[in-house]
């Protein structure tokens, strides 16, 4: 027998095992998240098709807008960069043949995508945080499709607006990117009104309350934890970590980076494979979704009832600006109300407007019921990159559409499809309705609380010391 068939011998009885090409799958889970595509999440985009409410004109819109994909923070990047050494290592399991289980093993395709894999971003650091040039385009693309919904509202005269956003890069940019779609003109956007108005727009940033009854309680991410202590989580890593030739179970904080890698890639090239993904398969990628939404849940939504009274000061803004159109009854400037945010502001606005809320809570524990497979609160949904809120008011003719009651009307929107809204036809609701139902958040819409120093938990951790004090006082006193 030849030396060098001897060699190869193994080399063929691995191909021909069982190999999963998971980057050629054909409809790959496209659903990341906060770090969703737009084009994911919402399949038309962009979304041109004009809003006809028969007998109604358009006077005014109020529009709460993400920012699009952005460069990795700078306290992420060297974690994505350090996936260079993994990249090799897993590049050497195969080489080596170093599977547990030759069933479950990365493909070759996927591999030979993963060892042509570069680490890109960030090269030079003061881009980090901000927008890429896909989320550059896709903010002036949605911009030109607001324009073309309502041509009346969004024109090319700068006292027509309003913008708010806070003073930060990211935002920066996203305003740049947004005029510049908009004012086709004499782009730049240096003479529209503009206001920074960071109370409004990031209001946990000035909430003590909830930084501590939410952001730093630990009970907030009791049930994600939950999750991903269960045996199906740690059998996920373990298959992950089978498919890519280890003799171990690889770390979740590496799977996680793994992660963050495949849904940034796919959110700054949505057409391109990235090799990162390949890592996992569509139940992985569902499952860890679903941590996410836990997280997301009881930080920014119906979860923990802080929430909830945080999330009024955007609505706020918008009845302000809805009130303001609707008791003048003549035309108002501005009339068209812009702000950029964050994903946590657009979650605290939905769950302050009581929109997508469950009737069971989401939990560590319920993953495989049908309520939570067909969960309304999903952040991926909810909040991808340039995710949008908007309130347009129409004004009426009484006898102009046999449906519509009221002169004043408001159509609202959610990432440009009509919201789900109990007592409203397809996302237009009568002015009286929209009164009673936000002006009350409205209304009562007031941050005392976050300042107050009285809260229920710090009762918590000091009773624990305290029964941990008792119980070493006792038994040294034994
Ligand atoms: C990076 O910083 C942001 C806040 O600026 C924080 O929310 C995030 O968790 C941090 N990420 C890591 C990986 O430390
Ligand atoms: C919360 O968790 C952190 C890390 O696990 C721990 O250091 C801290 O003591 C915990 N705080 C309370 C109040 O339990
Ligand atoms: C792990 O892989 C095995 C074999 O392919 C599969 O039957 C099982 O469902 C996987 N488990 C998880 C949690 O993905």
Redesign the pocket.
């Known amino acids: 027998m030849n030396w060098k068939l001897l060699t190869f011998m193994p080399l063929l009885v691995l191909v021909k095992s069982q190999e999963t090409c998971l980057s050629a799958e054909e409809e790959p889970y496209l659903l990341f998240g906060t770090k969703t595509s737009y084009i994911f999440a919402n399949k038309v985009f962009p979304n041109t098709r004009v809003q006809d409410v028969p007998g109604c004109q358009p006077i005014a819109i109020w529009l709460l807008s993400r920012h699009g994909s952005h460069n990795p ?1 700078t ?2 990047t060297a ?1 994505l960069q350090a996936l260079a050494d993994l990249r090799n290592n897993i590049i050497a399991n195969y080489r080596n043949g170093n599977f547990r289980n030759t069933n479950q093993r990365i493909c070759t395709s996927d591999l030979n995508l993963l060892e042509r894999w570069v680490w890109s971003p960030g090269q030079n650091p003061s881009f980090a945080g901000d927008l890429t040039s896909e989320g550059y385009i896709s903010t002036q693309q949605l911009a030109q499709a607001w324009k073309q919904k309502y041509p009346g509202l969004l024109t090319e005269n700068r006292h027509d607006y309003l913008f708010k956003y806070v003073d930060d890069l990211r935002s920066g940019t996203t305003f740049r990117a947004f005029s510049e779609g908009l004012f086709k003109s004499q782009p730049g956007g240096s003479d529209v009104p503009k206001e920074n108005d960071e109370k409004t727009l990031k209001p946990y940033k000035y909430c003590p309350a909830w930084v501590k009854d939410v952001e730093q309680n630990n009970d907030t991410l009791r049930q994600m934890n939950t999750f991903q202590s269960k045996q199906e989580y740690r059998e996920m890593l373990s298959n992950i970590s089978l498919r890519l030739g280890f003799n171990y179970d690889i770390q979740w904080d590496v799977v996680y980076n793994m992660y963050q890698m495949c849904r940034y890639d796919k959110a700054w090239n949505v057409a391109q494979i990235s090799p990162w993904c390949a890592a996992f398969t569509k139940d992985d990628l569902r499952r860890i979704e679903y941590a996410e939404d836990l997280e997301t849940y009881y930080k920014y939504g119906y979860g923990s009832p802080t929430n909830e009274k945080m999330g009024c000061t955007t609505v706020k803004d918008m009845m302000d600006f809805l009130k303001n159109h609707v008791e003048h009854d003549t035309p108002q400037q501005p009339r068209t109300h812009i702000q950029f945010t964050e994903a946590p502001t657009i979650l605290l606005t939905l769950t302050a407007m009581g929109q997508r809320r469950d009737s069971a809570p989401l939990t560590g524990d319920n993953y495989h019921t049908q309520a939570i497979q067909t969960r309304k609160w999903s952040t991926s949904i909810m909040s991808p990159f340039s995710a949008n809120i908007a309130a347009v008011l129409y004004k009426c003719s009484q006898d102009g559409n046999f449906q519509v009651k009221g002169e004043y009307q408001v159509l609202f929107l959610e990432n440009e499809k009509p919201m789900k809204l109990d007592g409203c036809r397809v996302g237009l609701c009568d002015w009286n309705y929209v009164k009673n139902k936000y002006g009350q958040v409205s209304d009562t819409c007031d941050l005392k609380f976050c300042n107050s120093a009285s809260n229920l938990n710090v009762h918590i951790p000091v009773t624990l010391v305290l029964i941990a004090f008792t119980i070493k006082y006792l038994s040294y006193n034994s």
Do not use: T
Request: glycine share 0%; aromatic share 0%; net charge negative.
């Open positions: 923070e306290n992420e974690a």
